[in-house]
Each structure stands twice: as C-alpha cells, then as structure tokens.
T-cell receptor, first 113, second 115 residues
Framework: DTGVSQDPRHKITKRGQNVTFRCDPI?????LYWYRQTLGQGPEFLTY????????KSRLLSDRFSAERPKESFSSLEIQRTEQGDSAMYLCASTPRDSQEQYFGPGTRLTVT | AQTVTQSQPEMSVQEAETVTLSCTYD???????LFWYKQPPSRQMILVIR??????QNATENRFSVNFQKAAKSFSLKISDSQLGDTAMYFCAFMKQRGAQKLVFGQGTRLTINP
C-alpha cells in the first residue's frame, strides 16, 4: 500500500504531556497538509508545507503546536503541554505537483485525559 | 473567508434508491474548486468527485453526479442506485484556486443506506 500513512493511529496522554505525530506522504507528493477533526465536525486546516517550507499556519495552531517537514519527506506535528481541548483526530494529506486532489491518511486519534 | 454549509446532518435511504446531499458555500473568489469527500466509518477520507468552478458542465463519476449552481453558490451531490457501501459521512469542501489550496470543509452529512 503506497498511500499516506500516519503513526500512531491512537494516542492517549495525560494533560500537560507532549505528544508527537508522524505523517509519511505518498512518494513525490510535494505538498503536505495537516487538519484537525473533532467529533461530528468536518476537518479544519492547521498547516501546509510545500516541499520543506511551511507556508501557511492557521490561527488554530497555537504556540503549543509545531510542525516540520525535513527534506521533503515525512512530517511531524508536535503538541506541547496538551490540553483536553486538543482531543481530536489529526489528519494528514498530501498532493502531487499540478494537482488539487488531496490524499488523506487514516489519522491519529488523540485523547487527552 | 470562505464558508461551507451542509444543512442535512443525517440522511437515510433504502438500497438502490437515489439520494441528494445539499451543500452551499460562500466566497468572493471567481476561480475555485469544489469537492465531495467520503469518510466511511473508521476509515480514511477519499475523494468522490470534484468540480472546477470555471466549468459549466456538471461533473459525473459513475453513480455520483453533482448539480453545480455557481450563481446560487450551491453544490449538491446525487448518488444513484445507492449501495450499502455508500454508507459514510460525506463532506463538501471548497478550495481556492490560488494560494495554499487548503480545503474548507462543511460539517458533514451522515448517510446511511439501509438493506
């Protein structure tokens, strides 16, 4: 399977802990997106990378959130000092050049207790 | 800012029936894309159909077709001959042609196909 993969699929953490999620896009997809989806809602945009550069961040992305994409490969999303309100599904999507279709991964479900 | 509204939180039809999911959006952009994504239970989001705003012809993909009304900012999805595997959350999404090309999603419609 050469789709978008995300790790871990589920994460339970205590409030105040740091967590990191990984996304591996489809090979040669130069654009990568992170979204957050809470229960019963549509996904909301968090941040966007073109190649290695993080070109846009949502206001939803507080200073506790950081993302990176070294060497146009995988991306990581870190949440520091987690809060209960961070509980959600975190989705990653990638897009090839000259295309608008976003291919989604299975998501990482975060539960903050 | 763009907004997408899906006014039907849930719908339920019998297998083989036709069902239409509604979506309206608000934008000041002239050029953009519209999408319908499907999210089956506990599975990942997949693209169902897309429409370029500059195209007058409605997109069709097998049993799935759209009714795109640009002036009314309406973008509905019609599923013909519905199948049990069509059971899923359906999200309407908007994308500007320029910039980051991020998706702006509606709240979703939970569609259940009954045997």
């Amino acid at each position: 399977d050469t789709g978008v993969s995300q790790d871990p699929r589920h994460k339970i953490t205590k409030r105040g802990q740091n967590v990191t999620f990984r996304c591996d896009p489809i090979s040669e997809h130069n654009r990568l997106y992170w979204y957050r989806q809470t229960l019963g809602q549509g996904p909301e945009f968090l941040t966007y990378f073109q190649n290695e550069a993080q070109l846009e961040k949502s206001r939803l992305l507080s200073d506790r959130f950081s993302a990176e994409r070294p060497k146009e490969s995988f991306s990581s999303l870190e949440i520091q000092r987690t809060e209960q309100g961070d509980s959600a599904m975190y989705l990653c999507a990638s897009t090839p050049r000259d295309s608008q279709e976003q291919y989604f991964g299975p998501g990482t479900r975060l539960t903050v207790t | 800012a763009q907004t997408v509204t899906q006014s039907q939180p849930e719908m339920s039809v019998q297998e083989a029936e036709t069902v239409t999911l509604s979506c309206t959006y608000d934008t000041s952009e002239s050029n953009y894309y519209l999408f319908w994504y499907k999210q089956p239970p506990s599975r990942q989001m997949i693209l169902v159909i897309r429409q370029e705003a500059y195209k007058q012809q409605n997109a069709t993909e097998n049993r799935f077709s759209v009714n795109f009304q640009k002036a009314a900012k309406s973008f509905s999805l019609k599923i013909s001959d519905s199948q049990l595997g069509d059971t899923a959350m359906y999200f309407c999404a908007f994308m500007k042609q320029r910039g980051a090309q991020k998706l702006v999603f509606g709240q979703g419609t939970r569609l259940t196909i009954n045997p």
